[in-house]
């Protein structure tokens, strides 16, 4: 919520004299003007700010922080502002020695953006546990999520995912690029390779478990990979689904399940499924992210793309410059990309958002969301927004 009543006698009033329909009233005229606030608010952004929120890139090293792009290198005008991206994923070489070194290069990254008048980015991390831990020098050691469904009970996983997060909050970081909550079967479970909690009952447990254990402590989830994954390793390949539509719609119900929760963000998978919009890749199609996720699933948080930088998009028709203007257009609000460097494709939506108002408008619904997840996770401070 961006703004919020703090008198305490007028909390007071209503809680004791008002009727229940007089307080969601006075609720409603509060989100509104919320509301109201947060869209005057991303429709003054410049549209280079704008598209710069849609990415979220790589960083270079571990030690010390600073924007490796301009402005200009979008835009195409002369302009020397730095351009930062609205998240940033720290991979394995990203990851300092020592806590004091990790802590030190993420302060590094806020003091940049504040010095170059900047919205915060949210910093991210796969912190998944078992082979999928960025963070083993750092945190306490992270059993793979087979592990934790066999060796657990409901209680003692939000214990351990608990103090994960702890771990990762004091580190300086917002976000966990976790939990895989795709139902193991003989398709993927090559590829998952221990990532998944198991079946569908044991994933919807564990993680509820896992995305709670995480919200509640700071650290903001993202589910992955919706609609899921084969064997095939999308690094290098496009997963191709061949279940009949009521088979695969039901081996997603985990996510239907869990996007219930409220989890921060959702990350769409490169698979391609024969049933439902055939040969396009799930977080570049509309039907999957808009229709599907969007509305039928009612999930109203961020919806990330896969990484765009793979090469199973390219060699398919996908290079990131398409698929960047492809994933707007299926209702993509981050865009993620494992490069350092994001202005060539942010200058392909600069240019389309500049010649296509439908096309600004998904990217202006998008920001909205960004922005409002920022507000939520204190990297913006709501007086800005009023």
């Known amino acids: 919520m961006l703004t919020s009543c703090t008198d305490k006698q007028t909390k007071k009033e209503i809680k004791t004299h008002a009727s229940a329909s007089e307080v969601q009233s006075y609720i409603n005229q509060i989100n509104n003007k919320s509301d109201e606030a947060l869209t005057r608010y991303v429709a003054a952004l410049p549209l280079e700010q704008k598209i710069a929120q849609l990415f979220i890139e790589n960083l270079e090293g571990n030690t010390s922080f600073r924007s490796y792009e301009t402005v200009g290198a979008m835009t195409g005008i002369k302009d020397d502002t730095p351009l930062i991206a609205g998240g940033y994923i720290f991979f394995s070489y990203n990851i300092a020695d020592t806590r004091e070194q990790m802590q030190a290069y993420i302060k590094s990254i806020r003091d940049y953006c504040e010095n170059n008048n900047n919205i915060q980015p949210y910093l991210c991390v796969d912190q998944e546990g078992g082979w999928v831990s960025r963070l083993k020098k750092l945190n306490p050691k992270l059993p793979s999520n087979e592990e ?46 221990g990532r998944s909690f198991g079946e569908l009952e044991q994933v919807i447990t564990y993680g509820r478990a896992c995305l709670n254990a995480y919200e509640n402590n700071g650290i903001a989830t993202v589910l992955k990979h919706f609609p899921g994954n084969t064997n095939t390793d999308p690094h290098t390949g496009l997963p191709e689904i061949t279940l009949p539509e009521e088979e695969l719609l039901k081996s997603i119900e985990s996510f239907r399940e869990l996007v219930s929760y409220n989890p921060a963000a959702v990350l769409m998978s490169h698979a391609r499924t024969s049933a439902i919009d055939s040969g396009v890749p799930a977080c570049l199609s509309k039907v999957w992210v808009t229709d599907l996720l969007r ?45 350092k460097r994001f202005a060539k494709a942010g200058k392909v939506l600069y240019n389309r958002a500049k010649e296509d108002a439908a096309f600004e408008a998904k990217i202006n619904q998008a920001v909205r969301r960004i922005i409002k997840y920022k507000l939520e996770a204190g990297l913006i401070d709501e007086q800005e927004i009023r």
């Open 148 to 193: 934790v469904a066999r060796d657990f009970d409901i209680a003692g996983t939000y214990q351990l995912y608990t103090a994960q997060a702890v771990g990762m909050k004091a580190l300086g970081f917002d976000m966990n690029l976790a939990p895989v909550v795709e139902v193991c079967t003989d398709d993927n479970k090559d590829f998952l390779d």
């Open 295 to 339: 509305k039928e699933y009612g999930y109203e948080g961020l919806i990330f793309s896969d990484d765009i930088f793979m090469g199973a998009l390219a060699d398919n028709g996908y290079p990131p410059e398409v698929a960047a203007i492809r994933a707007v257009e299926a209702g993509v609000d981050c865009i993620m990309i494992s490069e």
